[in-house]
């Protein structure tokens, strides 16, 4: 009897998904959104766009935030990845998720994964020092909700508290 290889084309990835290591077989042109969602069901990553226009996608790769819609899987061989169900867990919130809740930063929440991660890379950067520059570096998340306000809240509050936390560390 024959036997039929329904995936010829796919290749191995070794990759590291919140601290989990997997070894799969992918499909050339599946993005990593999709392998996240579609192959491993975390659906935490919410596809918005898939044209890497709303940031709803948004993962931190080796620490890095990325479109995780415009990324071919097969790419990110021997990467980290984390997704928001790396973040943090009911119960035991990242800070972050604890401040986009004490702000009200969120309404729908379909957003609100891809603003947390992006936000994790951008405290990461070091780049944002003012309110101004949290809105601008944030730019490439999209809320249809309209909840930008509170989530740059929510992110600012998250950065004065490490701040002081560092100045308290600081003049000890
Ligand atoms: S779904 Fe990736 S940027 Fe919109
Ligand atoms: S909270 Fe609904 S899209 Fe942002």
Redesign the pocket.
Known sequence: MMTADLHPAAVPVAITINGRAYELRVDPWVTLLDLLREQLGLTGSKKGCDHGQCGACTVLIDDKRINSCLVLAVTKHGSAVTTIEGVGAPGDLHPLQQAFVEHDA???????PGQICSALGLIAEGQAKTRDEVRELMSGNL???G?YTNITDAIVDVMERAAAACGREDAA
Not at 106 to 112: E, H, L, P, V
Request: proline fraction near 0%.
């Open positions: 969120f309404q729908c929440g379909y957003c609100t809320c249809r909700c909840a």
